[in-house]
């Protein structure tokens, strides 16, 4: 797959898609104004980000299901570096939450002197490369991903948007955030929903009662959020998203690339990711082979 100058931006070398990001935008992130108590969820894309946009508004508001009933996930919880957030940000309830897919480098210079804290948000990448491939058939504004097997070729040489997940992860676990981060998977949401988010709320300071993250639980299941027109983008036009193709909420499970990967293609994927976080001391919940 060679990368579209038509459909793609790059930002300093970072590959976005220029439907939703633009220079300015780009731009408008790296002069944003953090504040103290906002909240920022970081995911490489395909991670759980929507998800994250649906639990934040609940953590940071006890539970008042309003916001994720009335406000569109990507005006609700906007990316910090998309085109949308320029024109939302001052309709944003307090604590502000938002979203960003920036690698820790791209972070503007008010994040790094604010006390924002940030929630970094894994998963198991062979499911983040399965996720992608849907989502390339899916959104007109990405480029045809071609076959799997093709696919995996532009996912581990970082042909992609936002680059290799190996350079995001790594620059996030060496961030020098302190207690300003805290790490959570994919996979230990999709385990026990409820316990994911009691860490969550604890990181935040939101002392949440066990009735309200049980409530929480239910409204951000996976079965929920793919019912709710406000989070399953059903709201966007079917020329940018074709749900016929692969809907957005697709499958929201661990391992789903256990039926896609060929043995070879195991090998070959894990033999790359191995070599690029050989020497990294991070723990991985998952193992990679
Ligand atoms: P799948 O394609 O594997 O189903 P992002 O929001 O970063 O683009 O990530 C999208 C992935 O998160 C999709 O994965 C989607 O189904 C999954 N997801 C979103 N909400 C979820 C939920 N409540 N429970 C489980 N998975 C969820």
Known sequence: MSLSEEMYLRYHGLIVPKETHSYESLEFAQGFKFEDDDVLAVTYPKSGTIWMQEILPLVLNGGDLTPIHTIPNWERVPWLEEKQLARVVAKLASPRALVSHLPYNFMPPSFCTSKAKVIYLMRNPKDIMVSSYYFHQMASFLEDPGTFDEFMDTFLEGKVLFGKWTDHVKSWRNSELGDRIMYITYEEMVQDLPAALRRISDFLGCNLTEEVIQK???????????????????????????????????????????????????????????????????PLPWSLD
């Open 216 to 282: 929480i639980a239910e409204h951000c299941s996976f079965k929920t959020m793919k019912n709710n027109n406000m989070s399953n983008f059903s709201l966007i036009p079917k020329v940018y998203l074709d749900h016929d193709k692969s809907p957005f909420l697709r499958k929201g499970i661990a391992g789903d690339w256990k039926t896609h990967f060929s043995s070879e293609q195991l090998a070959r994927f894990t033999s790359v990711i191995s070599k690029e976080l050989e020497g990294e001391s991070f």
